[in-house]
């Protein structure tokens, strides 16, 4: 789950779909090298060409490059 500013205060990300929504559409910044690591991650885990846990762990280097915190949901 990610804490962020805006309408949707915490958004929970479960599946490549809404990595891909957080990153294209609420992220806070466009030009990290972080961001941009994930946003090719993402689309390569969406393709099928490596695991989705690859997009994961690329969303949480980005998230930490943007300064938003991550709360780990432990199932």
Do not use: F
Not at 16 to 45: N, Q, S
Not at 47 to 66: D, F, H, S, V, Y
């Amino acid at each position: 789950m990610l804490v962020m500013s805006g309408q949707q205060k915490h958004r929970l990300i479960r599946l490549l779909r809404e990595v891909a929504e957080a990153l294209v559409a609420v992220w806070p910044i466009d030009d990290g090298k972080e961001y941009i690591a994930a946003v090719r991650t993402c689309l390569d885990a969406i393709k099928g060409n490596i695991p989705a846990k690859a997009a994961r762990t690329a969303l949480l280097r980005a998230a930490e490059e943007a300064g938003i915190p991550v709360i780990t949901v432990v199932h």
